[in-house]
């Protein structure tokens, strides 16, 4: 017997051994991976060892034909479709408004004529100054792709088939899928920039079937997280940042001084409109709006309609933003409108009356606490009849009302972008803000354990329904 337990006590060391390396190990991994996911998430990291640690951008070499070729193409857009080439100089920025008859803007610097879709230009023109760039993608934090997707969008909407319009994406999506960085994640580490709605990049569930490319719904280009002016709101990768507004400072003195001016303003008029009617759309309440501030001698609005130029003019526009308490913001072609971050950055606190305007989207960019700084009326009471919108501005105690002003002057920041050609040292513009929403997305997919073990799981049932309630 003494012999038969004397040759079991190897295999038992052995398999003691073997469980004791097993637990440590999985004890290693499980903490490793956890830690991991925190580093990812910002938290622990030692910035004074790696300042880029857990913020490395890969910027893809793109041929010229996705981008710098479309923008030679500027003056090649199509008939319905202005010379784009004046709107694209300065980095994307247009044209200077300093010391030209835009009469506000005189003397104050950082203000261009920019137009609202050129952003895939000046989010491009940004990156290369990014302070994070890496040549090696194996250490990105997340992959860029300088695609031109708003302008590919123009050169082809108008007179051309659908295979045409939806070559350049195809092209695109076919160059990346061959390439080793879109292996390691199958492209979900991948981000580009289209500076248009969300809608316009996915043609086959739209409701004209004729309408922009499919590049948000293709194959590779659905993997990718797209950055667009207006998101979607479906369950897609498309996240909404700021339309691009007139103000780009180069430098925090141009921020502060310019939230200085916009504090010290006298407000004259309680409430102002920027807009034309929409007659053809019996949903759209611009006409009950335009009605009520006509009948109000609290109110100010420009003209928009067709044949008036008064809203080409940025000095007119932000002009009366700048005199103005509140600025009404409801629903144009869609939901959201360039006009809500240019009344913001002039310190006019907006007006909402829809929630897939802003409080569904730029989640990135302005507060979850939507109260703090902006007003919520429900469309549904102006098309009945059953609120007055001047009354329910007055009733807002003015100690609130300063709390709000302030809120909005404090988000400027967050809601313009830098000029491509400078750099902010303190303060974050919407690119900063963009950025760093794009890589915790990136750490969500790649750390996804991480993520799951420090909140609990909504299921998608009831997303949607949330989803549903707030858009409807």
């Avoid at 404090?410 to 950025?435: G, Q």
Wanted: charged fraction near 20%; glycine fraction near 8%.
């Amino acid at each position: 017997m003494e012999k038969v337990a004397a040759g079991l006590l190897p295999p038992l060391r052995f398999i003691a051994v073997l469980a004791v390396v097993s637990w440590t190990s999985f004890i290693y991994w499980h903490f490793s991976l956890l830690s991991g996911g925190l580093l990812l998430l910002g938290h622990g990291r030692d910035d004074s060892a790696d300042p880029c640690l857990g913020r490395y951008i890969y910027v893809h070499d793109l041929p010229r034909r996705f981008n710098t070729d479309i923008l030679r193409d500027c003056r090649k857009t199509s008939d319905h479709w202005p010379d784009m080439c004046g709107f694209v100089s300065n980095a994307g920025l247009g044209r200077p408004l300093v010391d030209r008859a835009d009469g506000v803007l005189t003397g104050e610097a950082g203000w261009y004529g920019t137009h609202q879709f050129a952003l895939d230009a000046i989010f491009h023109n940004r990156m290369k100054q990014y302070e994070c760039l890496t040549n090696h993608s194996a250490v990105a934090n997340a992959v860029f792709v300088p695609f031109y997707a708003g302008f590919d969008f123009v050169r082809y909407h108008w007179g051309y088939d659908n295979s045409t319009r939806d070559a350049a994406s195809v092209d695109l999506t076919q160059w990346l899928m061959r390439r080793p960085e879109w292996r390691r994640m199958g492209g979900r580490d991948h981000f580009l920039v289209a500076g248009r709605t969300g809608w316009d990049f996915r043609r086959d569930t739209n409701i004209n079937p004729n309408w922009g490319t499919n590049l948000l719904v293709m194959p590779g280009g659905r993997d990718m997280s797209v950055l667009v002016l207006e998101s979607s709101l479906l369950r897609g990768s498309d996240y909404a940042v700021p339309y691009p507004t007139y103000f780009h400072p180069r430098s925090d003195a141009d921020v502060f001084r310019w939230q200085d001016r916009v504090r010290g303003m006298q407000r004259r008029w309680l409430m102002a409109f920027v807009g034309a009617p929409r007659p053809d759309d019996p949903k759209n309440i611009r006409s009950q709006i335009i009605a009520q501030c006509n009948a109000s001698s609290a109110c100010s609005q420009l003209g928009c309609a067709f044949g008036s130029s008064q809203c080409h003019s940025p000095g007119n526009i932000m002009r009366l933003f700048q005199k103005a308490t509140f600025c009404l913001q409801p629903p144009g072609d869609s939901y959201t409108r360039r006009s809500v971050f240019d009344s913001m950055v002039a310190g006019c606190i907006p007006v909402f009356f829809h929630n897939a305007t802003a409080y569904l989207q730029y989640t990135w960019h302005l507060p979850r606490e939507q109260a703090k700084y902006s007003v919520f009326i429900s469309e549904h009471d102006v098309r009945a009849g059953n609120v007055s919108i001047e009354e329910t501005l007055r009733a807002i105690p003015a100690a609130t009302v300063e709390r709000m002003r302030e809120e909005v002057i404090r988000l400027i920041p967050a809601v313009v972008y830098a000029d491509p050609r400078s750099k902010l040292e303190t303060v974050k513009d919407a690119f900063d803000v963009a950025v760093e929403g794009i890589i915790d997305r990136v750490a969500m997919t790649r750390g996804g354990y991480a993520r799951s073990w420090l909140r609990p799981k909504r299921s998608r049932q009831a997303l949607d329904a949330r989803r549903r309630k707030l858009i409807s």
